[in-house]
């Protein structure tokens, strides 16, 4: 890794916390857009960090983790390497409350993008061509869906030795293997010879502030255990998940849960029930398995076919 760090082709100085604005285009306003990314930079080399958040434009829990981060001084006095942070990626997204691009295109299967292509990809080109090329480690902050709640966890990729000590380190309750997605920002870091891995926690548009509080705790301890920060964080016991399935709706009405994320599950055991809203049916939601429920939907109205519970095992 170039030492010290190069962006917008000007070596970021030591132990200073600098901002810099990256044009990324125009409202049809005119009015301009601009990410704006945080260096904190030790004299002392040493791994460097990529910490991005918003790069879907609703998940807001992800936005305020850097934010707290960065008032809280959780990247300063570094006493190794360098953080390189985005607090929101997709500022179209943000304003339009929207996870996506306003054409709809979503940045994490925009990657690596072009400097000339659709909305998204220069969004993903931008990450690409200046940030990545900086980077040892990127850990991408994310949020569940609509309506759909994501326990705090890391995914990562177990074929990579790096990525699973990382997931490990960073100690959310649930580390989740998921394989590496085409366009990813995952796929791409990876490409790189990058080590990414992704934090999920809560839902969009939505504070969860246990999946605050986790994700911050996450990131301290991967600061403190990779000797860049002296601010300590314990490490802890982690379930290491494997597997992931979706327990469907298996009729429509109104949902109402027994068990909700981060709950232990045994194989038929009642996770919830359906109800006719007229009052003649009720369905029993039973687990088709045992395992740990990792995210969950919180829509009051469902159809048949709709995801229930995220369900893990190893
Ligand atoms: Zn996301």
Redesign the pocket.
Known sequence: MPYPITLKKKSIPFDEHVILDFPIGRLPSGTSIEVAVHVFQAKEPGPVLLVIAG??GD?IN?IEIVRRGLTSGLFTDLQRGAVIVVPLLNVFGFINFS?DVPDGKDV?RSFPGSAKGSLAARVAHLVTKELLPMADVVIDL??G?SSRYNYPQIRYSMRSDVARELAGIFGASFMVHKPLIAKSLRKSASDLGKVAIVF?GGE?ERYDPFSIHEGLAGLRRVLFHTGLSTQEEKLREVVNIQHTSWVRAQAAGLFLWAHASGDKVEKGQLLGNIHDPQGRAEFKVISPRAGHIIGHNNAAVVSIGDALFHLGWS
Do not use: A, I
């Open positions: 790069m879907h998940e992800s996870r994490n994310h949020t869906g999920e969009s």
